[in-house]
């Protein structure tokens, strides 16, 4: 391998870097958004003591994890990309950004939503709502 060659492989790989950790960036993001806004429908449903403005707040909490699974599929598959591309660098195009050839091994947006730690965080934010908003409909009326 040639020292151009080189530079060009630890370009790309840096390229592809960048690209997971901006993915990362907007998993973190979604987490902060979902706690947000979900728990401002959570704190006025109890405050306004309406259990269906604290149901509302159960779809920002479903769409915030949607929306983490996403972008975590996404940043495995630049994973998976990464790492073929350090491992055999002859076997894709210089600077070669296609991710989409991973998606299979990876699974789908909705199933990486029950990924371990998505369901944790993800899963218990939005069982807080549920009890919330049993226990505004069943106590607090």
């Not at 630890?10 to 960048?18: G, M, V």
């Not at 690209?19 to 306004?48: C, D, E, H, P």
């Not at 479903?62 to 983490?68: E, G, H, Q, R, T």
């Not at 350090?86 to 195009?93: D, L, Y």
Request: with cysteine; hydrophobic share 50%.
């Amino acid at each position: 391998m040639t020292g151009t060659d080189r530079s060009d492989l630890h370009k790309h790989l840096e390229f592809i870097q960048n690209v997971i950790a901006r993915l990362a960036n907007n998993s973190f993001l979604m987490k902060g958004w979902a706690i947000t806004v979900a728990g401002a429908f959570y704190g006025f449903g109890v405050q306004q003591k309406l259990w269906e403005l604290a149901a509302i707040g159960l779809l920002p909490a479903l769409s915030f994890w949607w929306l983490d699974a996403y972008f975590l599929r996404a940043e495995t598959m630049f994973r998976c990309l990464y790492n073929s591309v350090g491992r055999n660098p002859k076997a894709h195009e210089p600077f070669d950004m296609n991710h989409r050839a991973f998606e299979k091994e990876v699974g789908s947006p909705t199933g990486m939503m029950f990924s371990q730690t998505l369901r944790v965080f993800h899963g218990v934010q939005f069982l807080i709502g549920v009890a919330i908003t049993i226990a505004i409909a069943w106590f607090l009326n």
